[in-house]
């Protein structure tokens, strides 16, 4: 099954946003250079292995694991499947009439990875059950339902209402944005807090200060990404948060007591 168009078919309730399209790939294995003009939500997994690159904004990365991503109009990306995978999506066309027009928690490179309790399979599952069913205007409903559930317990479930403390969401953006450029002072503002509070609150909870820890998860996805030689040093530089490759060598080296040509040749072997 590839794709199905859902947009000009009946429904039993014309309340709900229709779906344009959905449908279920399996073993992708090329690439797709968009421009986006509307929502489209995507999950993978490997066949049997994930090996998928994204690249927006100059910068790529590669994934190795099943993982949901989200692209929004306006947004561009590259995708390229450098193994074949599998793929669930789905498409709306309007996507600023959906959930009271509330905007995603979109994250680095639009994606997300659910934690396996996650009702997220439940609702993939029966998804990926109904496109495989005869398309009736309740089955067009249930997915259009469906497909609304799968954005709620992902990219919108930061929206509720009950996404824990200031400091908790602070910790929670930097998990996932440590390779962008943060200024500390602003991300306290963005959630509520003064500066001090926040640098209060921290420390009472870390044992690093905000920007040692930056540097520690930049520093661990760096030493992931250099064992894909693919990427080039510099790639790896940018997709680490470092433009400057030589300033990027510079911090790599005061972190491990090596050049990233070093702990790269130290840790691949060419195939």
């Known amino acids: 099954m590839s794709v199905i168009y859902l947009d000009t078919m009946s429904r039993l309730s014309t309340r709900l946003e229709p779906l344009n399209r959905a449908g ?12 986006f003009d ?8 490997g066949a049997p292995e994930m090996e998928f690159q994204v690249e ?37 066309e309007h996507p600023e009439r959906i959930l009271g027009g509330n905007p995603p928690g ?10 396996e309790n996650s009702i997220f399979f439940e609702y993939a599952a029966n998804f990926k059950r109904l496109l495989n069913s005869p398309i009736t205007p309740a089955i067009c409903t249930q997915l ?6 799968i954005l709620s317990t992902t990219f919108y479930s930061d929206n509720s209402g009950s996404t824990g403390s200031p ?12 390779s962008d450029q943060l200024d500390f002072r602003i991300l306290a503002r963005r959630f509520g807090m003064s500066f001090s509070n926040f640098r209060k609150q921290w420390h009472e909870r870390h044992d690093l ?14 030493r992931e990404l250099l064992l894909n030689r693919q990427l080039t040093i510099g790639e790896v ?24 040509g070093e702990f790269r040749e130290l840790n691949t072997t060419v195939s």
Not at 106 to 115: H, M, N
Not at 209 to 222: D, E, F, I, S, W
Not at 240 to 249: E, I, L, Q
Request: glycine share 4%.
């Open 24 to 35: 279920w790939l399996e073993y992708k294995d090329y690439s797709i250079d968009r421009h």
């Open 38 to 45: 509307h929502l489209a939500f995507s999950y993978r997994v």
């Open 56 to 92: 927006m904004h100059g910068r790529k990365t590669v994934l190795t694991q099943p993982h949901c991503m989200l692209m929004m109009p306006g947004d561009h990306a590259v995708t390229t499947a450098l193994k074949p995978c599998h793929e669930l999506y789905f498409v709306f």
């Open 106 to 115: 979109i994250l680095d490179f639009g994606l997300l990875f659910p934690p």
């Open 144 to 149: 259009d339902c469906l497909a609304l559930s």
């Open 167 to 178: 400091i908790e969401q602070i910790e929670g953006y930097i998990n996932n944005h440590y």
């Open 209 to 222: 200060p905000p920007g040692a820890t930056v540097a520690q998860l930049r520093n661990r996805h760096a």
């Open 237 to 260: 530089a940018a997709m680490s948060g470092y433009p400057d490759a030589r300033y990027f060598s510079r911090f790599f080296r005061k972190m491990n007591n090596m050049t990233p």
